[in-house]
């Protein structure tokens, strides 16, 4: 039973533009939520994160928002860069109910090509 | 280097065999997580450490996974009468213990275990 989703496996956007990649989850428990980037042969790279206490985390071209009524959160990516294609892993956890707050449960991912 | 460093990249064994695997994470990161990706999968979290002693082994599958860190500081992952299903990508990770709530680890490049 998969806690955390993205449906979308892949994405092409052209340089630019906006990317908005997608993540829902079931979990009420999950209060803290994370996007990590992974190059191909390389770990993945934590990039953004956000409290169930906002709604809204921005960092330069990286924006998370966050819809806790309907479980579903995104990032967008403004503009994209083709250095940005990469897959992007959306993770959550359970900080504020203790319950196993280092245990990050991820989505299968999606994987974001950015056409020059 | 001064990231997380992981050996083997890459391993390959018969079915039946013993493997280990070896998590070597950033010096002073006093947090150390093991997670699996299989296929197509997101990481799947497997044992977290704090200093030498595994706080939360939740996530091993069965018996036959067992992971030590006697030092504090390198860690490895033992895998016992390996199964084609332990096929996977094995990520390693550390992190300062103030970001445990946070989710921000330091993924090393992985080790590829095939098991033939």
């Known amino acids: 039973d998969q806690q955390v989703k993205q449906n979308s496996p892949s994405l092409s956007v052209q340089e630019g533009r906006i990317s908005i990649l997608n993540c829902d989850y079931t979990?009420?428990?999950?209060?803290?939520f994370l996007w990590y980037k992974k190059y191909p042969a390389e770990g993945p790279t934590f990039l953004i994160s956000?409290?169930?206490?906002?709604d809204k985390n921005e960092d330069g071209r990286f924006t998370v928002f966050l819809n806790k009524s309907a479980k579903h959160l995104s990032l967008h990516i403004v503009p994209s860069q083709p250095g940005d294609s990469a897959v992007y892993f959306c993770?959550?956890?359970?900080?504020?109910?203790?319950?196993?707050?280092?245990?990050?449960?991820f989505g299968k991912g999606t994987k974001l090509s950015v056409i020059p | 280097g001064a990231g997380v460093s992981q050996t083997p990249s890459n391993k390959v064994t018969e079915k039946g065999k013993y493997v280990e695997l070896r998590c070597d994470p950033i010096?002073?990161?006093?947090?150390l997580y093991w997670y699996r990706q299989s296929l197509g999968q997101g990481p799947e979290f497997l044992i977290y450490?704090?200093?030498?002693?595994?706080?939360?082994d939740s996530g091993l599958p069965n018996d036959r996974f067992f992971a030590v860190r006697p030092e504090g500081s390198v860690s490895t992952l033992k895998i016992q009468r390996t199964e084609r299903g332990d096929s996977a990508v094995y990520l390693c990770?550390?992190?300062?213990?103030?970001?445990?709530?946070?989710?921000?680890?330091?993924f090393g490049e992985g080790s590829r275990l095939t098991v033939l």
């Open positions: 990770a550390s992190s300062f213990s103030t970001n445990v709530n946070t989710g921000e680890l330091f």
């Open positions: 979990n009420s428990m999950f209060d803290y």
């Open positions: 956000i409290s169930s206490i906002k």
């Open positions: 993770a959550a956890s359970a900080i504020y109910s203790g319950a196993g707050s280092y245990q990050l449960t």
């Open positions: 010096s002073g990161h006093t947090a």
């Open positions: 450490f704090q200093g030498t002693g595994a706080a939360d």
